[in-house]
């Protein structure tokens, strides 16, 4: 079946470090991706998202990267903040706009 | 320019009692989507509703849970005759439109605890 996960549960980084998440999709058929960020108690907060038909984006102090080939996305984080701490999820859009999320990942940044 | 707003925040429950959530879209959005959260996982797809209509419920349960998004008014989950297991974080979001690749825009969740 269709599944979105992640390869690690927690990260825990240094502060000014460059963090990178992982994700791992399942549907090759799968033509959107976005990444939220997760604060305790609160709601997904849209960061990047990324199409099929680009390998790379950039936004401020974070990168999304797609490898269709093995089905691999990735975040970067550029300078990791305190204020970066947080779980991270990817999704993959479905037809109709429906998100499959992964598991999550837990960034711990030391300052 | 408001957010998707969820309420209650909190909802506590007895087992076997109602709880209704409610979800108000972002303004000029009239697609919503359901997500529910349990503790230390990710969101799992529950329903997809544009006005007056049900376009996906796939992720939700068959019994006990139904939804509505009225014409006029919020969004509605209902859960019949709670269950310990219901006890979870509930998400709303909302989006312009009907796409694969349209953002969503997420509410604060509502909490419910089934005592």
């Known amino acids: 079946g269709e599944s979105v996960g992640l390869h690690l549960p927690t990260l825990s980084v240094q502060e000014g470090d460059n963090s990178i998440i992982n994700c791992a999709y399942s549907?090759?058929?799968?033509?959107?991706f976005i990444w939220y960020k997760q604060e305790s108690g609160k709601g997904p907060q849209f960061i990047i998202d990324?199409?099929?038909?680009?390998d790379k984006r950039q936004g401020q102090r974070v990168t999304v990267l797609l490898n269709k080939t093995v089905k691999h996305l990735s975040l970067q984080i550029a300078a990791t903040q305190p204020g970066d701490s947080a779980v991270y999820f990817c999704?993959?859009?479905?037809?109709?706009?429906?998100?499959?999320f992964g598991q999550g990942t837990e960034l711990s940044v030391k300052p | 320019n408001a957010g998707v707003m969820q309420n209650p925040r909190h909802l506590v429950r007895r087992r076997g009692q109602e709880a209704r959530l409610r979800c108000s879209p972002m303004?000029?959005?009239?697609?919503v989507y359901w997500y529910r959260q349990l503790p230390e996982e990710g969101l799992k797809f529950m329903v997809y509703?544009?006005?007056?209509?049900?376009?996906?419920e796939s992720g939700m349960p068959k019994e006990r849970f139904s939804a509505e998004f009225p014409k006029e008014g919020p969004s509605i989950l209902r859960i019949q005759q709670v269950v310990r297991g219901d006890s979870a974080a509930y998400f709303c979001?909302?989006?312009?439109?009907?796409?694969?690749?349209?953002?969503?825009?997420f509410g604060p969740g509502t909490r419910l605890t089934v005592l």
């Open positions: 979001a909302s989006s312009p439109r009907e796409s694969a690749t349209s953002e969503q825009f």
């Open positions: 990324i199409r099929s038909n680009m």
């Open positions: 303004k000029g959005h009239s697609h």
């Open positions: 999704a993959e859009a479905q037809v109709g706009g429906k998100l499959i």
């Open positions: 549907n090759s058929a799968s033509d959107y």
């Open positions: 509703l544009q006005k007056e209509n049900i376009i996906d």
